[in-house]
């Protein structure tokens, strides 16, 4: 009975088959591929166009892939393919039709394999229980540990930015009629309470104030970039320019670049830009952050009767101005304002702080990509699963970290190490796969994704070089295409910060381990 069904499907796989194509191509294949080559330019062209005019319309899930095999389809392959389909359903056909008739002693083969089935089953079953386990242990302690009431935060996000901006609007007031200092303008909320990862262990709320110039100044920003790399750090030049014809028919200003200094002087406009805030005529961070902290002091005193709490006032800093705001039922909590110069028209900015929080003063600043990564946050949330479990994830990693490094003054790896090999696996990673039963895998995941990270001493920056970037995030194409940026490059250089890196992470691990073994046993 086997060779029966055997022979006829040699026999249709002989009629049906499809002929063979030659290495020599005919003109008309030639012609048709020519033509899709040409079709397939004029797309990316286009692409290209709307990218540079920031027309985010193009979805990000079509990408030229698609495209070609979609094309290859159409063109090329369906007859091919039909041939194909006819062959299977044959097949399928005949093994329906050996099944009615086989003998009764196949039986016995029968109940093996039904057993070995049911064995199967069995594991499987097991397995998923302990996979079950380990997730409600994980969220049982992330609720114990780190969940935060999403209202209560989004309130408190909400009501921070509010203070921030009177506070601001107040520092405005209290600086002179014509003023020649830079002025503030609403702040950005930014880092985890913002995108959504903050826990109990976060330090502070933070937000990022833009800062421009003064009427008769521009700022210049400086970086290092050459084609095909970029830096994290850069300069801003302060230039003075022409006011003259300004002040002449308006009398709103005056012309720094044209008057001396003693006619400036004997009109008593109020302090300089130029001998304040700059050193060499580039904004000095330590000068610009000492100036804001003295300039909140005396804002908060015209505007504390708007507030039921107490402001404490800033603590000295040279990276940001942090504020401690302590309300009267005895909650407290800390606020972190970084300054910022926009560079153009982008949402990059040169600030007081950076991201790898490198210990850096004087007239350096820090590049900050902290509106993108917010920005990516949200594009994520807008298309993961409901209650994603990939911020869980960041919070309870989070967790661990601080409380094991609780005793070290300046830990090697930060929570933006953390956060940068999340973001990189949620590019990576089908955004399915972040269901909130996933919980326990893509921990595990982000745990593996930062120990090769840790072996290689190689971590990439996330946004910088990333091609794979999703459009509706706003970068400047020669950041976007510039050479990755390795954050753990440090670890190269000296072997006893690297041994300090992996100890530091092997707690954590060691940490997780312990969960997921309590819930085994």
């Not at 003075?240 to 008593?268: A, I, Q, Y």
């Not at 950076?354 to 210990?359: P, V």
């Not at 990693?397 to 929570?415: F, G, H, M, Q």
């Not at 990755?484 to 381990?513: G, I, S, T, Y």
């Amino acid at each position: 009975m086997v060779l029966g069904p055997f022979i006829f499907l040699v026999v249709a796989a002989l009629v049906y088959h499809p002929l063979m194509v030659s290495d020599h191509t005919d003109l008309a294949t030639q012609n048709r591929l020519l033509d899709h080559e040409k079709h397939m330019k004029q797309k990316m062209e286009l692409l290209q166009t709307e990218d540079d005019q920031q027309g985010w319309t193009w979805d990000p899930l079509e990408t030229p892939k698609d495209w070609i095999k979609t094309d290859q389809l159409m063109d090329d392959e369906t007859w091919e393919v039909w041939h194909y389909v006819r062959l299977i359903i044959l097949f399928l056909f005949m093994c329906y039709i050996y099944t009615l008739g086989k003998e009764p002693s196949d039986d016995a083969s029968t109940d093996t394999s039904s057993s070995t089935t049911t064995k199967d089953d069995d594991d499987t079953d097991m397995e998923s229980e302990t996979y079950g386990n380990r997730q409600k242990v994980l969220e049982d302690f992330y609720d114990r540990h780190t969940d935060l009431d999403t209202g209560d935060l989004t309130n408190m996000c909400d009501f921070v930015e509010s203070f921030v901006n009177d506070l601001l609007e107040a520092c405005q007031n209290v600086l002179p009629y014509q003023n020649t200092l830079p002025r503030l303008e609403n702040c950005i909320g930014v880092d985890s309470a913002f995108e959504g990862w903050h826990t109990h262990e976060s330090k502070a709320f933070t937000v990022l104030v833009p800062v421009v110039p003064p009427k008769g100044h521009s700022f210049q920003l400086e970086t290092s970039d050459s084609e095909g790399t970029s830096s994290k750090h850069g300069h801003i030049l302060v230039e003075m320019d022409c006011m003259c014809k300004r002040e002449r028919l308006l009398g709103d200003v005056v012309c720094f670049l044209h008057n001396s200094e003693e006619k400036l002087n004997e009109d008593k406009k109020g302090a300089f830009l130029m001998h304040v805030l700059c050193t060499s005529s580039h904004l000095d961070v330590d000068k610009t952050i000492h100036w804001f902290q003295s300039l909140v002091g005396k804002a908060w005193k015209n505007m504390c009767y708007k507030y039921n709490l107490d402001l404490l006032l800033p603590t000295p800093s040279n990276t940001s101005c942090k504020l401690k705001l302590a309300f009267r039922s005895g909650r407290t909590i800390s606020v972190d304002i970084i300054l910022g110069v926009q560079q153009g028209d982008s949402l990059v900015f040169l600030a007081t702080q950076g991201a790898e929080m490198d210990r850096l003063v004087g007239k350096v600043w820090h590049r900050t990509f902290a509106i993108q990564e917010l920005l990516f946050f949200e594009w994520v949330s807008q298309r993961a699963p409901e209650e994603s479990c990939h911020l869980k994830c960041l919070q309870i990693l989070i967790y661990l970290k601080e409380s094991t490094s609780s005793d070290r003054k300046n830990p090697v790896l930060t929570n933006y190490h953390y956060k940068t090999c999340l973001m990189h696996l949620l590019l990576f990673r089908p955004l399915s796969d972040w269901a909130p039963e996933d919980i326990a895998q893509r921990l595990q995941d982000v745990l593996l994704s930062m120990r090769i990270a840790l072996q290689e001493k190689c971590l990439h920056h996330f946004l910088i070089g990333n091609i794979s970037l999703p459009i509706q995030i706003p970068m400047p194409k020669t950041l976007r295409t510039a050479a990755p940026v390795n954050l753990l490059k440090h670890l190269e250089q000296d072997p006893n910060l690297h041994a300090e890196a992996m100890r530091e992470f092997v707690e954590v691990v060691e940490q997780v381990r312990a969960l997921v073994t309590d819930c085994e046993e």
